[in-house]
Nanobody, 124 residues
């Protein structure tokens, strides 16, 4: 069965950096695009970033452009989210998800498997 396991979250001061990882298993990882989403308390889950199966194309939410970078290593079945210049408003549970195909999507409905999430807390 498909499993996605995130790691790398934690507490960081504003302006700091974190690197999240998402290890995938149970499917042919390189056949699918992957995405990162986040959910802050009291808010809906929102799109953060996505990457095609090959890593040749990426997409970012406007709120994280220039600060976050998504990448993947198909040999390791892992997708990463490098987060820099973190702000308190980036505080959320970050989850990775598998897209339904090799293409990029920004809508949650186009992702069929989700990890449990990892907490990122940015202090001011």
């Amino acid at each position: 069965q498909v499993q996605l396991v995130e790691s790398g979250g934690g507490l960081v001061q504003a302006g700091g950096s974190l690197r999240l990882s998402c290890a995938a298993s149970g499917h042919t990882f390189s056949n699918y695009a992957m995405g990162w989403f986040r959910q802050a308390p009291g808010k809906e889950r929102e799109f953060v970033a996505a990457i095609t199966w090959s890593g040749s194309r990426t997409s970012y939410a406007d709120s994280v452009k220039g600060r976050f970078s998504i990448s993947r290593d198909n040999a390791k079945n892992t997708v990463y989210l490098q987060m820099s210049s973190l702000k308190p408003e980036d505080t959320a549970v970050y989850s990775c998800a598998r897209a339904i195909s090799s293409s990029i999507y920004t809508e949650r409905t186009f992702y069929d498997y989700w990890g449990q999430g990892t907490q990122v807390t940015v202090s001011s």
